[in-house]
């Protein structure tokens, strides 16, 4: 059985120590696991106990060493991917933080005042119309108001509904709201988006991310979120 007389260790450890290697914190890696130490072992090894006949091409050394860079420069990725996620997390954690107490906007045509007694959305128009206008209405189908926006351009069309009555505020009534648009064929129904409050948000699905519970609207992923009202 071959072995490595000290001389031999003794220039191993010179090696070691050019390449930065710390021999005591190689020892407190896990048993199960190679280090740049191990690997130097095997390779003097390898070439003590070689066929002087046949010995080792320069290019299958180099290939070995290149391997073993490969292996550890995946570790040291592995390592960083780790840390990559840990921050990723904190951030996640933070957004959704951030967004408790705020108002999301979401498709739909119901929503309640926000603290200032307001409605908030956006009409979305696929042409251009020559007039727009909204209905305000209580769940039981009173009309509260109607707001005229005027001919506007196709695209996104933001409105406030300012004067919301006092027992709506007072309650805060859920409100439905029915966008009109004329592009040519009289008022025809568009679709709308409103401002709604989230109650509470999440980071346990890490497949969604960061999950909102928007009031009347239950769960959304934040990253589908485009608008938010602070």
């Known amino acids: 059985m071959s072995s490595i007389d000290p001389a031999q260790n003794q220039s191993l450890n010179a090696i070691l120590d050019k390449l930065g290697v710390n021999r005591q914190a190689e020892a407190t890696k ?79 045509n119901f929503a309640r005042p926000d603290e200032a007694g307001e409605i908030h959305g956006i009409v979305d128009l696929p042409a251009a119309s020559s007039m727009t ?52 064929k009289g008022l025809q129904p568009v679709s709308s988006s409103v401002f709604a409050e989230v109650l509470a948000a999440s980071t346990q699905d890490p497949v969604k991310g960061v999950t909102l519970d928007v009031r009347d609207y239950g769960e959304i992923a934040a990253a589908d979120v485009t608008r938010f009202r602070k």
């Open 30 to 108: 896990r048993k199960d696991a190679l280090g740049q130490e191990d690997f130097l072992r095997l390779m003097t090894t390898q070439l003590q106990n070689q066929d002087p006949f046949a010995p080792m091409e320069n290019g299958d050394f180099i290939a070995q060493m290149a391997q073993f860079s490969t292996v550890t420069g995946i570790t040291d990725m592995g390592e960083t991917l780790k840390s990559l996620a840990s921050q990723l997390s904190e951030f996640r954690l933070a957004t959704a933080t951030n967004l408790l107490g705020s108002s999301v906007l979401v498709p739909g």
């Open 133 to 184: 206008n909204l209905t305000f209405s209580s769940e039981d189908g009173e009309v509260l108001d109607v707001i005229e926006l005027g001919p506007q351009a196709s695209g996104l069309v933001g409105f406030s509904w300012l004067d919301v009555p006092q027992h709506i505020r007072d309650s805060q009534a859920m409100v439905r709201i029915d966008a009109y648009a004329d592009s040519g």
